[in-house]
């Protein structure tokens, strides 16, 4: 049976509310305080403080520290929890979200990701947050995790940088392709903290999956919320289908002949750009055998409306039908690697890399070699 853990982010996330709604949930104080100690880091401790927010009961995670310097590379943090020797699930987890907030933080600051300056999430207590949290999960014997719509904030707040707005920049940056509910609460609800424990280990977004609920818990943020709980609450359990449902998907089609192959492939660029799950051509024959072609597109029930004003202006059809269906995505990890001197993009799934395009594109461009010689370093560095 595969172990689910769902966050409900009604009220946003960060680090420490995600580590809290884990303890609240069960997750054991002592084996996350003693994987914790492994890290080479000093002048901390951490405590666990029971809270209302709204009257709700939630788990305050507290690390408390003395330090002043708060400044470290990403390169630094991978080496300080490689050294850990943490089990292998924590370990990885922990890498994959520092990882990602690398690789956030670097094309926001034009900078390599190995040497991304940390400010805030290279503290101390940042630290502890991930980390905790990933030990937490494996207390917990969490396979899988899961993510509701995450809940932001507006305004502004303030940063190493200065002012910058909420949701931040990094925040935004990370939680491309999942789906965000703004509001006008003047906080910042979601931190880049939380945004890349999800952004790094979340298998898909939604409502709660089908499961055998074991146990909840919520972690509490800083402050209280006007007319809301300020946490964020965790649904643990084992999945109760050996099949589980399908995440429902809208099939768009449109018929052309009369439209060129180049105004075709734009169409498909443009029906992505506005986040089309998929879509693709298919050569038809129509009546009195005219060839054409079928424009098909795959995206979420919310997106029909927008994804259909594409299909007509793009190709000029005069209507579009529509279809529900079911699609299984497959659990895929993003990461990077580096060929000569190039970051590029690697999606994985099962054992399975699939080198990021555009990525490879500019790199032989740059380098002035085949593209199919980067493809191929690409997948040898992820391997290796």
């Known amino acids: 049976m595969t172990r689910k853990a769902w966050f409900h982010c009604f009220s946003g996330i960060a680090g420490d509310m995600a580590l809290g709604a884990l303890v609240d949930a069960g997750a054991d104080r002592s084996e996350i305080i003693v994987m914790l100690n492994k890290l080479e880091v000093n002048d901390w401790k951490i405590n666990f403080e029971k809270v209302l927010r709204c009257g709700q009961a939630g788990t305050k995670a507290n690390v408390v520290t003395t330090e002043t310097h708060s400044h470290r590379t990403a390169s630094e943090i991978t ?10 699930r924590v370990t990885k987890r922990a890498l994959d979200t520092f990882e990602i907030l690398a690789v956030a933080e670097g094309e926001l600051h034009n900078m390599d ?59 935004v940056k990370l939680l491309q392709g999942a789906p965000i509910k703004g509001t006008n609460i003047p906080f910042e609800l979601t931190t880049p903290t939380g945004a890349a424990l999800l952004a790094a280990m979340t298998v ?54 009369d439209a060129t192959g180049e105004t075709l492939a734009h169409t498909i660029t443009c029906c992505l750009g506005v ?67 190039h970051i590029i993009g690697v999606k994985v799934t099962s054992g399975r890399a699939k080198i990021e395009h555009d990525d490879a594109v500019k790199a032989a461009q740059a380098l002035g070699i085949p593209l199919r010689e980067i493809l191929s370093l690409a997948e040898e560095a992820w391997r290796s």
């Open 79 to 88: 080496d300080l929890i490689k050294k850990a020797e943490l089990p292998d």
């Open 113 to 171: 990701p190995s040497e991304v300056h940390f400010h805030e999430v290279g503290a101390i207590d940042s630290i502890i947050d991930i980390v905790g949290t990933c030990a937490a999960l494996e207390t917990l014997q969490v396979d899988e995790i899961w993510s509701s719509a995450i809940t932001t904030g507006t305004g502004t707040v303030s940063a190493a940088h200065g002012e910058i707005p909420i949701p931040a920049p990094a925040t």
């Open 204 to 257: 898909s977004w939604g409502p709660m999956p089908s499961m055998k609920i074991e146990t909840t818990g919520f972690g509490a943020g800083e402050r209280d919320l006007e007319g809301q709980p300020n946490l964020t609450q965790v649904v643990i359990g084992e999945s109760t289908e050996t099949i589980p449902s399908g995440q429902p998907v809208s099939l768009l089609e449109v018929n052309v002949d």
């Open 275 to 341: 986040g089309a799950f998929d879509a693709w051509i298919t050569p038809i024959v129509m009546k009195k055998g005219r060839p054409a072609h079928t424009v098909s597109v795959l995206c979420s029930e919310t997106e029909i409306e927008k994804i259909s004003k594409v299909l007509t202006s793009e190709t000029g059809s005069l209507g579009v039908r529509s279809q529900t269906l079911q699609r299984w995505p497959t659990a895929r990890e993003f990461q990077t690697v580096e060929v000569e001197g």
